[in-house]
């Protein structure tokens, strides 16, 4: 045993535990000078006995290494710092952990356990400490950090590029509801982050398809750890709808299973599709339709140009003039029918030019274009307060031109038309109505009028046309996202209604009443 007071002899037992013993031991006295120590605490610190015993306790710490909270704020020098070990000690009797200082100028991170020594009276004469190198394990935790760190930092861009990335992305819980969203995803939807956040992601889809998610899709999806291109109806902060396809995955298992999903708008491909689809249907009927109309006066010409040639040869002249004017009508009205027919086919292709104009200077251009046909009928034509509207100025002109016109023409013998044009502006859309005093459409051909080539008089008969008009007139309001139809018709006269949305989006606006018919989840 090394000890600096003889009378501090423990007796032999104790001294040659002491040294044996496999933890690094020193003692001190109370003024915090090391007194003894073992075998193993001169092995730990490459020391030699008499280098410490006497020496301060501050020798055996690395400087600036176990310090003093007050000595730190102080501001004290290495060497106070230092001096300052032996309060860590005296004030954290316990385990404490500090920077230790090796004779051969090595250090190491070592855990030191210290409490006081006491006299059979109970009076503090001296500490006894164990030194612990732990420097293995402050790697090994140091390393375990660093990897944690690495994966936080990873987790941090991930994390970043997840709510920048361009795409809509969410992600929700096995309750469903949302995690996180990305920025395009709020961006489109016109929501705040913690708007949507801990909210149900059904409550952000239209009611049939939240019907299909809780009852077909989540089920399957969870079930089975995936989903492609489900098709849903997402609903924009500002109540406006917009279809969408999602896919997504499941991430990890049991309760903190997530998932990650992401959605593109396909709105405009619907919107373009069901507008194919129309338009297929459309022109079937069409070329149908056509087909009969422009064969009746090529047949009317090969017949009456027959008999000509059959009075000519008799002699007969004036039979032959009668013939040639029946082929010269039948050849004016193929005329006003390829006319007509190259006017729908263009209005087809057209696409609307949106600009804000005002709907009662649109209405005054019209009824100054058509002013001698409104005095020659006598018509009677008053116009309401209108509003401004976002349109495409010729397209709205056209429109309303037609629709005028079938006022001022389908009225009864010897009435003077009666026309009233107004507006109402509703919440998203503003409506004008047209109301006129004419002949009216039996209910059963109201819903065909809008198709081309469909007349409800005779070619012959005392109500002139070929049937485009209001098939013209449905393209171009359809061009602007808005709807056409008749609002009441009977024999007071027929009330013709146009509806044109406040905010025009062609691609997601045109056939928007349709959605409801798609196969939306």
């Given at each position: ?17 002491f040294?044996?013993?496999?933890a690094?031991m020193?003692m001190?006295d109370n ?15 490459r020391r030699e006995?008499?280098?410490?015993i006497?020496?301060p306790?501050?020798?055996i710490?690395?400087?600036s ?7 730190v ?21 316990g ?22 020594l ?5 009076a503090?004469i001296g ?12 790697v ?12 936080a930092?990873?987790f941090?861009?991930?994390?970043a ?7 809509m ?6 309750s ?5 969203v ?15 956040v801990?909210k ?5 889809l ?10 077909e899709?989540?089920?399957?999806f969870?079930r089975?750890?995936a989903?492609?291109?489900?098709p ?7 109540g406006?709808p917009?279809?969408?396809?999602l ?6 298992v049991g ?10 708008d396909v709105?405009?491909?619907n ?14 009927n ?9 064969q ?9 140009g ?15 003039q009668k013939?040639?004017?029946s082929m010269?009508?039948?050849a004016d ?5 390829l006319?007509?027919?190259?006017i ?14 005002n ?9 100054s274009?058509?002013?001698e ?16 509207i976002?349109c495409d ?10 629709l005028?016109?079938n006022?001022?023409t ?14 109402r502006?509703c ?19 109201q819903?065909?009028?809008?198709l ?5 008089h005779?070619k ?9 008009g209001?098939?013209?007139c ?11 139809g ?19 989006d062609a691609a ?7 959605v409801?018919?798609?196969p939306?989840i």
């Amino acid at each position: 045993m090394h000890s600096a007071d003889p009378q501090a002899d423990p007796g032999p037992r104790a001294a040659s535990f002491f040294q044996n013993i496999a933890a690094a031991m020193v003692m001190t006295d109370n003024d915090w000078r090391i007194t003894d120590v073992n075998a193993a605490f001169l092995t730990l610190f490459r020391r030699e006995a008499s280098d410490l015993i006497g020496s301060p306790v501050d020798t055996i710490f690395l400087p600036s290494a176990a310090t003093a909270p007050s000595a730190v704020a102080a501001g004290r020098s290495d060497g106070a710092q230092r001096g300052a070990a032996r309060h860590v000690m005296a004030s954290q009797e316990g385990k404490t952990y500090a920077s230790f200082l090796r004779g051969d100028g090595t250090r190491f991170a070592g855990a030191i356990l210290c409490n006081g020594l006491k006299d059979e009276d109970g009076a503090v004469i001296g500490h006894g400490a164990i030194v612990r190198d732990v420097s293995g394990a402050v790697v090994e935790q140091s390393d375990q950090v660093r990897a944690l760190e690495a994966r936080a930092a990873e987790f941090t861009m991930l994390h970043a590029l997840y709510r920048r990335t361009p795409a809509m992305m969410h992600s929700i819980d096995q309750s469903g509801s949302i995690i996180d969203v990305s920025e395009k995803w709020l961006e489109t939807l016109g929501y705040a982050r913690e708007e949507v956040v801990g909210k149900p992601s059904i409550s952000f889809l239209s009611e049939a398809s939240r019907d299909y998610a809780i009852n077909e899709v989540l089920p399957k999806f969870w079930r089975e750890g995936a989903c492609h291109n489900v098709p849903y109806t997402m609903v924009r902060k500002d109540g406006r709808p917009m279809e969408v396809e999602l896919s997504a995955v499941v991430d990890g298992v049991g309760p903190q299973a997530c998932t990650l999903a992401i959605m593109s708008d396909v709105s405009a491909r619907n919107t373009a599709m069901r507008s194919l689809r129309k338009r297929s249907q459309d022109l079937q009927n069409f070329a149908h339709i056509a087909a009969h109309d422009l064969q009746t006066p090529l047949r009317h010409i090969s017949a009456f140009g027959t008999l000509c040639a059959d009075e000519l040869a008799d002699g007969s002249v004036e039979e032959a003039q009668k013939m040639l004017a029946s082929m010269r009508n039948s050849a004016d009205r193929l005329s006003n029918l390829l006319d007509a027919l190259l006017i729908y086919t263009q209005a087809g292709r057209a696409q609307a030019q949106f600009a804000r104009a005002n709907l009662g200077e649109i209405i005054d251009r019209v009824l100054s274009e058509i002013g001698e046909q409104i005095e020659a009928t006598g018509a009677k034509i008053s116009v309401g307060e209108m509003p401004e509207i976002t349109c495409d100025m010729e397209m709205m002109g056209q429109v309303i031109g037609v629709l005028i016109d079938n006022a001022l023409t389908y009225v009864g013998p010897g009435i003077e038309p009666d026309i009233a044009i107004t507006a109402r502006q509703c919440v998203s859309e503003t409506m004008l109505r047209i109301q006129d005093n004419g002949i009216g459409v039996d209910t059963e051909f109201q819903d065909r009028i809008f198709l081309p080539m469909r007349r409800l008089h005779s070619k012959d008969g005392a109500y002139p046309g070929n049937g485009v008009g209001l098939a013209l007139c449905r393209y171009l309001v359809d061009a602007q996202g808005g709807t056409i139809g008749i609002e009441r018709s009977d024999e007071r006269g027929s009330v013709f209604y146009v509806t044109i949305p406040h905010v025009q989006d062609a691609a997601q606006m045109a056939g928007l009443d349709e959605v409801t018919q798609m196969p939306t989840i």
